[in-house]
């Protein structure tokens, strides 16, 4: 028994796992850019700040009090060698999309799904106006896998909610996110759906 011919083969991975580029594009910062790396011994982290400036991590847990940063600490993205922040650079996708788009057409994908980074079109997540630089980025993503004959599949959200509505909002807890979600999402479908 075989695949049909109209079988969708490909893979797939999500922003913080492959794009990279967090600071470039005019791209801001999502929640995922403010956790370490981890291993199979060492939990992965989320870095914090006080308003007295007091810096630090803790464990990412979900499911357990200790998800919870300390008393006045939003999530932040610090200046410390001791801090790695895997999503930063990622395999560099940002950078790498058309040579990496055309291994997956030599390898005979006929898909690809990928999550598109909320904070690269709209940097805080609330901004006035779309990032026009991510837009282009998007765009020409989707031109490059058309060029391959490659069927982008697209997530709109991979747990890369902005930061700036993670720290002022407490991210989800808040209502206010379902309306910036729906217009970054109307925002993709407007400018986007065309180029896919």
């Known amino acids: 028994m075989g695949f049909s011919k ?77 801090y790695y922040y895997p999503s930063h650079i990622a395999s560099d996708f940002y950078h790498h999309y058309k040579e ?28 006035e106006t779309v990032n026009e630089e991510g837009i282009k980025f998007y765009s020409d993503v989707f031109d490059e896998c058309r060029k391959y004959g490659i069927e982008p599949l697209v997530t709109l959200s991979h747990y890369e909610t902005p930061l700036a509505l993670a720290a002022k909002y407490n991210g989800w807890d808040s209502r206010y996110l379902v309306n910036q979600f729906v217009r970054y999402a109307e925002t993709c479908f407007d400018r986007l759906q065309t180029m896919a």
């Open 100 to 127: 990496d788009i055309r291994l997956c057409a030599e390898e005979g994908f006929k898909c690809l799904r990928f999550s598109m980074k909320w904070s690269r079109l709209f940097p805080n997540g609330d901004d």
């Open 6 to 82: 109209d079988f969708l083969w490909g893979g797939a991975t999500a922003a913080n796992q492959y794009e990279g580029g967090v600071h470039e594009g005019g791209a801001g910062l999502c929640t995922a850019d403010v956790m370490t790396n981890g291993s199979h011994t060492v939990r992965r982290q989320v870095t914090w700040i006080k308003p007295d400036g007091e810096t630090g991590s803790t464990p990412l847990c979900f499911g357990s009090p200790e998800r919870h940063l300390p008393e006045g600490a939003v999530p932040a993205e610090l200046d410390d060698p001791k």
